[in-house]
């Protein structure tokens, strides 16, 4: 089957940690996303990349840091410097490099720091 | 000015109702409208996208209105199942290679 994985569905680490949240696709899709939902608040991008060796911060990239070394992943690590790291972290690749297409979502991560 | 503004409801209505929810988008150059759907404590999945001409799947009918910058999603004949958020999704255009999601609409569909 087709489709965007994150792992760990769940994470749990203490402050001043690193962590690094997976994700992969087996959809062959150029683009891929990290967005961060915090409760009753929509979604914020965070980094995108549209091409492999390539990526562009999106609004709240402070904190953060990816790297996408090949077309199935695209990992993000949440850095100590991240100040309100607990989050809903969700991961999304496209089809398009226009960023005309639609989205499709990984089933996301879910931080806590404490 | 937020790209995407959604009203945030909560939109409460019993089973077969008829419910609207209107997004506005800030970009006049816009060129791709998509709804998606969220559920609680899921990741948001496609529910359709917007065409000029408007579109519909089954019980859900998407419009798009230029001149007026506005985006609506009609759902007839609700169901329990589609107590959701709905997400209102827009490519401004001006930037490649992203999407901007509207804060989304909460609806609960009591029986």
């Known amino acids: 089957d087709g489709g965007i994985t994150q792992s760990p569905k769940y994470l749990f680490r203490k402050e001043g940690q690193n962590v690094t949240l997976s994700c992969e696709q087996n959809l062959n899709h150029d683009a891929m996303y990290w967005y961060r939902q915090d409760p009753g608040q929509g979604l914020r991008l965070i980094y995108y990349?549209?091409?492999?060796?390539?990526?562009q911060k999106g609004d709240i990239a402070e904190g953060y840091s990816v790297s996408r070394e090949k077309k199935e992943s695209f990992p993000l690590t949440v850095t100590s410097a991240q100040k309100n790291p607990t989050a809903f972290y969700l991961c999304?690749?496209?089809?398009?490099?226009?960023?005309?297409?639609?989205?499709?979502f990984g089933p996301g991560t879910r931080l806590t720091v404490t | 000015r937020k790209e995407v503004e959604q009203d945030p409801g909560p939109f409460n209505v019993p089973e077969g109702a008829t419910v609207a929810f209107n997004c506005t988008y800030s970009?006049?150059?816009?060129?791709?409208f998509f709804w998606y759907r969220q559920d609680c404590r899921k990741e948001p999945k496609l529910l359709m996208s917007v065409y000029s001409s408007g579109n519909e799947d089954g019980r859900f009918t998407a419009q798009l209105n230029r001149a007026s910058q506005y985006i609506s999603l009609l759902i007839r004949d609700s169901k329990l199942s589609d107590s959701a958020t709905y997400l209102c999704?827009?490519?401004?255009?001006?930037?490649?290679?992203?999407?901007?999601f509207g804060r989304g609409t909460q609806l609960t569909v009591w029986p």
């Open positions: 990349s549209q091409i492999v060796n390539d990526f």
């Open positions: 999304a690749s496209s089809n398009g490099l226009a960023g005309f297409d639609e989205q499709y």
């Open positions: 999704v827009v490519n401004p255009s001006s930037t490649l290679g992203r999407l901007y």
């Open positions: 970009n006049s150059a816009s060129q791709s």
